[in-house]
Structures are given as structure tokens and as C-alpha cells.
């Protein structure tokens, strides 16, 4: 499953990817061609035009800072339509398999039902065939089983959200490169047109400064968000899994009380029908 997991991540990053970066690509290149008009001739233009121009402005000034925050930005769309669609009730407790495994029990038909569960990839199936097999020892060794299995697919599903807490820190990280960036240049601009430098060239390194300290921000807010949001979602799904798996262990303790395929094969004796062997 985690090599399902990343293969949904990397096909949507990519998805998302060829739609994105040649757009980027291409205004970057637009906007070297075409640098930002002075605010006196913007002042000038029509709606159409001026939010064009601004679009403009905004990716000439964000650079390849911008660049790096735009491909977190889509790895962090990835992630986030991934699990949406990953850490729901319907997914971690498929009610087909519910119901399947109940008509099975209530035939007692016992092995049948378990082949169902080890089948089946879900969270419920995990932690309920854990249990099952851990009946034939007892039923509190079949819950400490189904408890240690439980915290297992819990502990898989929140390291997969510390990737989202990774993007919401490194956002405000990687924008503080750009803000430190930008004032670089224009203190360069100050250090070498003398005393009386350009307001135009100013400017430029100053946008790149706001420009990634608001990408960065705006990167790291929703990442956060979701982070709290999934790990919330887990500690729910992680309840009703485990409620709805011991009410069905409890049906399957008569079929295992006895001797079942399902409880753990004895060795074979050792004693042999030879005579033993002595003095006679």
C-alpha cells in the first residue's frame, strides 16, 4: 500500500506539473521580454490590461524562488486530493466487506469470513484479522492484537500527514530566502549607483522580497491546515475502526473456540509405535 500511496502522489504532482509549469514558463519568459511598465503608463490601461501586467510583474519578481514555491504548491495539491480521497469512513471501513463478513458469521461460516478479511487491504480488515488470529489463545490476546494492529495503520497513515507539516515549514523557509534575496539586491543597487540610485531598480529587488514572503506564507497555511485536518480525520477513523472490529470479533469466537482451521497447527508428536528398545 505505501508504494500505492506514492505512485497516486507522484501520477498527481505530474498531472498537475504539465499543466502548470509551461504556463509559468512561458510568463517568465514574457515577462524578460516585456519588464513591468512604470506606474504612471499602468495607471493608464484598461482593467484587462492592468491585471495582466500585474501577473506579469508578479512572476518576473518571484524568480526561480518562485519557481521552487510553485512546485511545492503542486506536490502540496497532490498530497492533499490523495488523502481526501484515502482517509474516508467508506475507504478504512468498506461496508461491502462489512456486510459480506456478517452473512458469512451468521452462517457460521468461520474460515470462509476470515479468507474474506485476509483478502482485503482496508484498515477494518487489517486490524479484524489480526484479532482473528489471535482468538484461538484467548479473547484478550485477540484484542491486545487487534489494539497493536490498530496503532500500527494508524502510526503509517499520520507518518504519510508529517509530509504536509514538512511543506507548511519549509514555505516560510524558502520565502525568507527570497525576502533576504530581494533586499541583497537592492542594497546592491544602493552600493553602486552612488547617492542617488533609481526608484525603478529599487523597486525590483523589493518586489522579490514581498513577492516570497507571501508565496511562503501562502504556501504554508493550508499545509497546516490539512495537516490538522487529516490527523483528526485518522484519530476518528482510527475509533470507528476499532469499534466496528470488536463487535465482529465477538461473533467469531464460537467458530475458534474449538478445534478450527483457523487456530495454530500443534507439532507432531514424537512418540513412535516401535517397541522400546533395552535389555531383554
Request: hydrophobic share 50%.
Amino acid at each position: 500500500m505505501s508504494l500505492n500511496w506514492r505512485r497516486g502522489v507522484v501520477f498527481l504532482a505530474l498531472w498537475l506539473g504539465l499543466g502548470v509549469f509551461p504556463a509559468w514558463q512561458h510568463a517568465l519568459a514574457q515577462a524578460e521580454k516585456n519588464p513591468p511598465v512604470a506606474a504612471a503608463e499602468a495607471g493608464d490601461e484598461g482593467p484587462g490590461e492592468s491585471a495582466e501586467s500585474f501577473l506579469t510583474w508578479m512572476i518576473h519578481a518571484s524568480g526561480l524562488i518562485g519557481l521552487v514555491i510553485l512546485a511545492m504548491s503542486v506536490y502540496l495539491v497532490a498530497l492533499i486530493v490523495w488523502m481526501a480521497m484515502q482517509f474516508r469512513k467508506s475507504v478504512a471501513v468498506p461496508q461491502g466487506l462489512v456486510r459480506d463478513v456478517t452473512e458469512l458469521l451468521a452462517q457460521k461460516h468461520y474460515t470462509e469470513a476470515y479468507q474474506r478479511l485476509a483478502s482485503d487491504t482496508s484498515f477494518f480488515a487489517r486490524v479484524l484479522a489480526a484479532g482473528v488470529r489471535k482468538l484461538p489463545t484467548g479473547v484478550t490476546s485477540a484484542l491486545r492484537a487487534m489494539e497493536l494492529a490498530n496503532e500500527d495503520a494508524t502510526m503509517e497513515m499520520e507518518h504519510r500527514t508529517t509530509y504536509l507539516a514538512t511543506v507548511g515549514t519549509l514555505g516560510p523557509m524558502i520565502g525568507l530566502v527570497g525576502t533576504v534575496y530581494g533586499m541583497i539586491r537592492s542594497f546592491q543597487v544602493i552600493a553602486t549607483a552612488g547617492s542617488s540610485p533609481q526608484a525603478s531598480q529599487l523597486a525590483g529587488g523589493i518586489s522579490t522580497a514581498l513577492f516570497a514572503t507571501l508565496e511562503g506564507i501562502a504556501l504554508s497555511i493550508p499545509a497546516i491546515y490539512f495537516y490538522a485536518l487529516f490527523r483528526n480525520r485518522i484519530a476518528r477513523l482510527s475509533l470507528e475502526v476499532s469499534l466496528a472490529a470488536e463487535s465482529l470479533l465477538e461473533q467469531f469466537a464460537p467458530g475458534v473456540r474449538t478445534t478450527h482451521p483457523l487456530a495454530t497447527p500443534q507439532p507432531p508428536s514424537t512418540r513412535t509405535a516401535l517397541p522400546p528398545t533395552g535389555p531383554g
